[in-house]
């Protein structure tokens, strides 16, 4: 059967050719479908039964190696593009005067105010400069802060479902407690951000910038990081489950003590992350 479900993983991957994690990837997928092989037949299920279900539980390909590194690395330098904070505060302030006046907190000073335990759910924060403003235990679902400075401000326990932040200033902003669920961070700059307690559930990091961000002890669920640089970031005793790492540097980072699923630690390792002191679960 192990032979068999090679032949599945072969075949699956085929179209993708030779890429630089592939037998780490391929080693890790077959173990996993092994496993649920055996278990589907713990259960009573036929060869070909268990054999079926597995492979039906194997999931999209196609986003699998969205994550891998599909060439080896060069040293030549990249052309630089204005994709990262500067480009999107470049595109994104065109169209200020459109977004300006259609809510009561766009384009406002509100600096060191204290909106704690408000309902401020589908707000719009765009253009303004909210250093640090309190919105602890605050309802924050579906707001918006885009191009805006926030650097201080405290969201401790505060409901920031599905939230976006684009091209903003997020430097020490104490995130403890929060959930980030749904939530988008876009360009944004996250410098000395405070995360304790703090749920991560399919929340995205898109063109960020978490170079010496600490994830100490966090969980991480459905979480993807994308473009995003990650030198000296921690995982250290974090747990990560679904988590991808589309196209970002992950080298430097440092996953001592992570708990993470085998198909996260072979994405990561394929990406030339260091998980010696990693643990998969």
């Known amino acids: ?83 990262g904070l500067r480009g999107v505060l470049k595109n994104t302030v065109k169209q200020a005067k459109v977004l300006m006046g259609f809510s009561r907190f766009a384009s406002t000073v509100l600096n060191d105010a204290d909106l704690s335990d408000s309902d401020l759910s589908d707000e719009d924060f765009s253009y303004s400069s909210l250093i640090g403003t309190v919105f602890n235990g605050s309802n924050l679902t579906n707001s918006t802060f885009r191009a805006s400075a926030v650097g201080g401000a405290s969201f401790v326990k505060a409901d920031l479902s599905k939230a976006r932040f684009a091209a903003s200033d997020l ?41 010496g961000m600490s994830f100490d002890n966090e969980e991480f669920e459905g979480v993807t990081f994308s473009h995003s640089s990650f030198n000296k970031t921690t995982f250290k005793n974090s747990v990560l489950r679904n988590v991808f790492f589309r ?13 993470m699923d085998k198909v996260t630690y072979a994405l990561l390792k394929g990406a030339g992350a260091v998980l010696d002191k990693a643990v998969k679960i």
């Open 1 to 83: 059967m192990e032979k068999k479900l090679q032949q599945f993983l072969d075949s699956a991957f085929a179209p993708y050719g030779s890429f630089p994690a592939r037998a780490d990837v391929t080693k890790e997928l077959l173990a996993n479908l092994l496993e649920k092989y055996k278990d589907l037949k713990k259960e009573g299920k036929s060869d070909e039964e268990a054999y079926q279900s597995a492979v039906d539980s194997f999931g999209d390909v196609e986003e699998i190696m969205e994550q891998v590194p599909h060439t080896e690395k060069s040293d030549k330098p990249k052309p630089v593009e204005e994709t």
């Open 171 to 211: 430097t020490n902003v104490n995130f403890s407690e929060a959930n980030l669920t749904g939530a988008k961070f876009n360009a944004s700059a996250l410098h000395d951000a405070t995360f304790q307690n703090t749920i991560f559930n399919v929340t995205e990091f898109i063109n960020s910038d978490l170079d």
């Open 247 to 259: 196209h970002c540097d992950v080298e430097e980072a440092i996953f001592d003590g992570t708990k």
